[in-house]
């Protein structure tokens, strides 16, 4: 993944407001999107639904877009 042709951002830099897209490395080191929109609360990771999403350390973020 190259983070400056496809607008991902480090994980360590993403904002607590606003729907994020996440991307998070699987047991195998492969990367996965997130398919639905989540934010950073504090050192969690929560779904726009309000549910926190256990163990999940993701990689890179960027901003969601409706094209999800």
Request: charged share 20%; hydrophobic share 35%; proline share 7%.
């Amino acid at each position: 993944m190259h983070a400056a042709s496809t607008g991902w951002q480090p994980a360590s830099t993403a904002p607590s407001d606003g729907d994020l897209e996440i991307c998070t490395l699987d047991f195998d080191g492969i990367v996965h999107a997130v398919p639905f929109p989540c934010h950073k609360d504090g050192a969690s990771w929560v779904d726009r639904r309000g549910e926190a999403l256990a163990n999940i350390q993701p990689t890179h973020w960027r901003k969601w877009t409706d094209s999800h």
